[in-house]
């Protein structure tokens, strides 16, 4: 599993871009290497619940509940594609998640 670079097992990684069909860079760098999938999905949701730049959008979604505001707050930092944010929202708001959102909220307060 690879994930943000301060684990301190760090795993080289190469990525080339393409633009077109035709390869135009190759990025290498380096990324966090995690025992299972559950340990990366475990960082990943920390460095957006306590990373700094996501803090103020975190502490207002705490405040209002605003899932939208949330998502537009994290996406102006996180993403890269200017459409990231709308597609996100998209799914956060599909008639699937919000039901399954609600069967949570019953078994939480239960």
Do not use: C
């Amino acid at each position: 599993m690879r994930g943000d670079k301060r684990s301190a097992q760090l795993d080289p990684a190469a990525a080339t871009a393409a633009v077109n069909g035709r390869r135009k860079f190759i990025v290498q760098d380096w990324f966090a290497a995690y025992p299972t999938l559950a340990d990366a999905f475990t960082a990943h949701a920390n460095l957006l619940l306590r990373g700094a730049p996501y803090e103020a959008a975190v502490k207002q979604y705490a405040a209002d509940g605003n899932l939208v505001a949330l998502i537009r707050g994290i996406a102006q930092h996180y993403a890269t594609d200017p459409h990231y944010a709308e597609q996100l929202e998209e799914i956060a708001l599909s008639k699937e998640v919000t039901a399954i959102m609600e069967r949570l909220r019953k078994v939480v307060i239960a």
